[in-house]
C-alpha cells in the first residue's frame, strides 16, 4: 500500500499539469500498475495534492483516581 501512495504522489502533479489526453495515459498506466479502478484512480491522485492537517489530540480524563491506582500497584 505504501509503495500506491509513493507511487500516487509521484504521478499527482504530471496529472494536474497535463491535458485530457495525457490524463488519458497518465490514468491507463496508474491503473495497469495499482490495479485500481478509473475512478478510484482519479479521486487518489486528486487526494494526493491535498495537504492534510494535523491537530494535537486531545488526552482523556484519568478513569481512575490514585487511591484505585496505588491499590493496583500493591497487588
Given at each position: 500500500m505504501s509503495e500506491r501512495k509513493?507511487?500516487?504522489?509521484?504521478?499527482?502533479?504530471?496529472?494536474?499539469?497535463?491535458?485530457?489526453?495525457?490524463?488519458?495515459?497518465?490514468?491507463?498506466?496508474?491503473c495497469a500498475l495499482?490495479?485500481?479502478h478509473r475512478d478510484h484512480a482519479r479521486k487518489a491522485l486528486r487526494q494526493a495534492r491535498v495537504l492534510k492537517q494535523v491537530r494535537p489530540r486531545h488526552l482523556r480524563?484519568?478513569?481512575?483516581?490514585?487511591d484505585v491506582i496505588e491499590a493496583l500497584r500493591f497487588c
Open positions: 509513493a507511487v500516487t504522489k509521484t504521478t499527482a502533479l504530471r496529472y494536474a499539469r497535463s491535458d485530457r489526453a495525457g490524463k488519458k495515459a497518465i490514468l491507463d498506466e496508474l495499482t490495479s485500481w480524563p484519568p478513569l481512575y483516581g490514585e
